[in-house]
């Protein structure tokens, strides 16, 4: 079983940044693609950003140019810097290991 455990979601202001974390317990991190999903109320699912294992990165339309994904192999842990928050990014965002292990979520908040 691989666990993943998101961090580093919270509230803020609209224009703000925040940086969400992905630690996972094995070294899927190298072996897999990793990706970020959000899903707001009421709404599907949507991928935000996804990084092979290769290094090879992928942004949904709506946030390229201002989220970053990144990983960290040494430390199994996957990032996502993200920038110039809208309130319409108002989610729970899921870390995913090759579209096998899901984390819990974290809830990140934007305010008007």
């Known amino acids: 079983q691989v666990q993943l455990v998101e961090s580093g979601g919270g509230l803020v202001q609209a224009g703000g940044s925040l940086r969400l974390s992905c630690a996972a317990s094995s070294n899927t991190v190298r072996i897999n693609a990793m990706g970020w999903y959000r899903q707001a109320p009421g709404k599907q699912r949507e991928l935000v950003a996804a990084?092979?294992?290769?290094?090879?990165?992928n942004y949904a339309d709506t946030v390229k140019g201002r989220f970053t994904i990144s990983r960290d192999n040494a430390k199994n842990t996957v990032y996502l810097q993200m920038n110039s928050l809208k309130p319409k990014e108002k989610a729970v965002y899921y870390c995913?290991?090759?579209?096998?292990?899901w984390g819990q979520g974290a809830q990140v908040s934007v305010s008007s």
């Open positions: 990084i092979s294992s290769g290094g090879s990165t």
């Open positions: 995913a290991s090759g579209l096998t292990y």
